[in-house]
T-cell receptor, first 114, second 111 residues
């Protein structure tokens, strides 16, 4: 069991560029979550999937953000036309779907928009 | 969950006990969690408690839940320098699979 894996770990981009992050969850987990964390704050929910279905999206998720989980395994989070305010740590987590619902997090992907 | 509040900093001496407090507003919170985050890393689940329990102990960790006051605490016995990190409280209502996190409490352990 390799845990939740996120790539890339760090991404520096210029404003206006598109970026994509990938998350590979723990293999037997059917739920996958994306959170965003900025300095001094706790993780803020963005979206989550159960298998390949995207079940909920936060109001924080503007139309420049899109997430997919095409085969119910790995997921991608794409940010189009990045803005400086998008600079944050993007955290992926997965859960096995039982009632206790504890999340297992990856190491995060840090985005810096210049 | 709705809002989850935590004090931002706690400083203790090595060997003492640490108590990190959390309050939440969602009366339908079913599960409450404690996570630990070390610098540059993701969140690590420490423990969780179901809302029908008032205490849970796991080695050096003791979680106390006062459901009436919507207050959760995490006690770390014999705190070590390796316990220095940010600790996040999170809650989840029974009708949702989305935990809501507090801002985190930064625990600093002095030798």
């Amino acid at each position: 069991d390799t845990g939740v894996s996120q790539n890339p770990r760090h991404k520096i981009t210029k404003r206006g560029q598109n970026v994509t992050f990938r998350c590979d969850p723990i293999s037997e987990h059917n739920r996958l979550y994306w959170y965003r964390q900025t300095l001094g704050q706790g993780p803020e929910f963005l979206t989550y999937f159960q298998n390949e279905a995207q079940l909920e999206k936060s109001r924080l998720l503007s139309d420049r953000f899109s997430a997919e989980r095409p085969k119910g395994s790995f997921s991608t989070l794409e940010i189009q036309r990045t803005e400086q305010g998008d600079s944050a740590m993007y955290l992926c987590a997965s859960s096995w779907g039982g009632s206790t619902g504890e999340l297992f997090f990856g190491e995060g992907s840090r985005l810096t928009v210049l | 969950g709705e809002d989850v509040e935590q004090s931002l900093f706690l400083s203790v001496r090595e060997g003492d006990s640490s108590v990190i407090n959390c309050t939440y507003t969602d009366s339908s919170s079913t599960y409450l969690y404690w996570y630990k985050q070390e610098p540059g890393a993701g969140l690590q689940l420490l423990t969780y408690i179901f809302s029908n329990m008032d205490m849970k102990q796991d080695q050096r960790l003791t979680v106390l839940l006062n459901k009436k006051d919507k207050h959760l605490s995490l006690r770390i016995a014999d705190t070590q320098t390796g316990d220095s990190a940010i600790y996040f409280c999170a809650d989840r209502s029974g009708g949702s699979y989305i935990p809501t996190f507090g801002r985190g409490t930064s625990l600093i352990v002095h030798p």
